[in-house]
């Protein structure tokens, strides 16, 4: 499991992506978005280089 898996896993099994998914308020969008891009970004990362 790379870390990113490991990132979506943890934000789906915590029920925070689909609370955002839920939720209908004008935010909810850009949330999501904000998601996305910090799993992406997480391989970036030069702490990970290496492991």
Avoid: F
Wanted: aromatic share 8%; with cysteine.
């Amino acid at each position: 499991m790379t870390h990113t898996e490991l990132a979506e896993l943890v934000l789906d099994e915590s029920g925070y992506t689909a609370m955002w998914q839920a939720d209908k308020s004008p935010e909810a969008p850009g949330k999501l978005e904000n998601l996305k891009s910090l799993c992406v970004r997480w391989m970036s990362l030069k702490i990970w280089q290496g492991i």
